[in-house]
């Protein structure tokens, strides 16, 4: 079992920066796959960044290239996303997740452990 808890969300201005955290206890993190998704008011949960375990390359949604970046560390059994230049439309309910696999998916059906979530507001 892995457990997940974000921290970090809040209120920005458009144009501001925030800093994600995800906090995992239980088994070995470091074999773990790591994601970030998020979920706006009405919408589909939607995948942000994933980071695998094994060399720690990253994968980023094309909406927030240039402007997201993920990281682990792997000493503090913690995840963060860097997130710049932020836009009303990145306004939305932020969900760690993870998966024991090599490389991480994009999909929500392929994470087995998720976050309660973290509110990031993004105002105009």
């Known amino acids: 079992q892995v457990q997940l808890v974000e921290s970090g969300g809040g209120l920005v201005q458009a144009g501001g920066s925030l800093r994600l955290s995800c906090a995992a206890s239980?088994?070995?993190?470091?074999?773990?796959?790591m994601g970030w998704f998020r979920q706006a008011p009405g919408k589909e949960r939607e995948f942000v960044a994933a980071?695998?375990?094994?060399?720690?390359?990253?994968y980023y949604a094309d909406s927030v290239k240039g402007r997201f970046t993920i990281s682990r560390d792997n000493a503090k059994n913690t995840m963060y996303l860097q997130m710049n230049s932020l836009k009303p439309e990145d306004t939305g309910v932020y969900y760690c997740?993870?998966?024991?696999?090599?490389?991480?998916?994009?999909?929500?059906?392929?994470?087995?452990?998720w976050g309660q979530g973290t509110q990031v507001t993004v105002s105009s």
């Open positions: 997740a993870a998966t024991y696999v090599i490389v991480p998916v994009s999909s929500t059906s392929g994470y087995d452990y």
């Open positions: 239980g088994r070995t993190f470091s074999r773990y796959a």
């Open positions: 980071i695998a375990w094994s060399d720690g390359r990253t």
